[in-house]
């Protein structure tokens, strides 16, 4: 794959902001993610959003919620398309994996993501 994969992280109001500067703290990398909000926009503006931020490269779409409008205007947009995929329930942890696996094809680097957030998921004892 020529292209690093870039990640768009679809969300409501301005979690995706707060993301992407959480993970270019942590990590000091700055152009691996797009924040993308549904903020003020019908599904219409939203794919437009999402489409000047994949930019025509290898994507995965990060969204924040399994439902609403930011995943169901992500899943039609990645629909039959083989360069991007799409990822729910968007957290910090699955971020900083993907960050450091960019080089894996959009599904592979979607389901590792996945797998990296969801094992971070936990209640710790007391």
Do not use: W, Y
């Amino acid at each position: 794959m020529s292209d690093p994969l870039r990640g768009v992280i679809v969300t409501h109001a301005a979690v995706a902001q707060a993301l992407l500067a959480a993970v270019a703290a942590i990590t000091g990398v700055s152009d691996a993610l797009v924040p993308v909000s549904n903020d003020g926009c019908d599904s219409g503006a939203l794919t437009e959003r999402l489409m000047r931020a994949i930019g025509g490269r290898p994507a995965v779409l990060f969204v924040d919620l399994p439902g609403g409008s930011c995943l169901t205007t992500s899943v039609r947009l990645a629909k039959g398309a083989t360069d991007v995929a799409v990822v729910t329930g968007v957290n910090l942890a699955m971020l900083l994996d993907f960050v450091f696996h960019r080089e894996l094809a959009p599904a592979d680097a979607a389901r590792r993501a996945a797998d990296a957030g969801s094992k971070a998921i936990r209640t710790p004892a007391a």
